[in-house]
């Protein structure tokens, strides 16, 4: 199992603290500071469900108002941006979520 985490966000540290809570193990992963590659954040979108747009912080500062809805260009931006990543993400072999 694995978070991606921002120690910033209260809800990034809520899920975090129930991960401890519940005596998982986990690995930790501060994507800010260690960004998810292209192929890492492509993977994890599948797991989801989801597009790059659907899981994209619309207020942060590096927000794509103009581009258009590519996969591959929005997966490229983001990865670039990993603050666009709206988290936490919780990733437990075959299956993700977004824990908010």
Do not use: F
């Amino acid at each position: 199992m694995e978070i991606w985490h921002n120690p910033r966000c209260s809800k990034s540290r809520a899920a975090k603290q129930r991960l401890d809570d519940s005596g998982v193990e986990y690995t930790e992963r501060r994507y800010l500071d260690d960004a998810p590659s292209a192929e890492e954040l492509d993977h994890v979108l599948t797991l989801l469900g989801k597009e790059p747009w659907e899981i994209a912080r619309t207020k942060e500062p590096a927000y794509p108002k103009t581009l258009e809805h590519d996969r591959a260009k929005w997966i490229e931006h983001m990865v670039a941006n990993p603050s666009l990543i709206e988290r936490p993400i919780i990733i437990d072999g075959d299956k993700a979520h977004i824990e908010r």
